[in-house]
């Protein structure tokens, strides 16, 4: 669902992230919400940086704040997107979330 104001996309309800990690598709992005140890939420784009690969498919450490891409081990910061290690040298692209009441909306640019 889309807010005419300002491009913001329910995507989700806090009950539906049963697990750390939550993939999405809007507006033509391929999203992964991911919820870290403190309970904050981050949003990146759902492809690693290195080549085409769903970052979904790789290893959240909550923790630590980072993803591991499951095809050559390039690691990203999940709250800044920055590329951690080798081979990715590039970011992900970071997106904005909002929790109003229990719906989290996704800001796309
Ligand atoms: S595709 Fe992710 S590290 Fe190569």
New binding site residues.
């Given amino acids: 669902m889309e807010n005419e104001n300002n491009r913001s996309f329910k995507v989700a309800t806090v009950n539906d992230l049963k697990t750390n990690c939550f993939s999405c598709e809007v507006d033509g992005w391929s999203i992964l919400i991911l919820r870290h140890s403190d309970g904050s939420l981050t949003a990146i784009e759902d492809r690693?940086?290195?080549?085409?690969?769903p970052?979904s498919d790789?290893e959240f450490d909550p923790k630590l704040g980072k993803i591991t891409?499951?095809?050559?081990?390039?690691e990203f910061c999940t709250r800044e997107g920055t590329a951690l290690c080798m081979?990715?040298v590039a970011p992900v692209k970071i997106f904005s979330v909002k929790i109003i009441g229990d719906e989290i909306w996704i800001a796309i640019p």
Avoid: E, W
């Fill in positions: 690693c940086s290195h080549a085409d690969v970052l790789g891409c499951p095809a050559h081990g390039a081979p990715a």
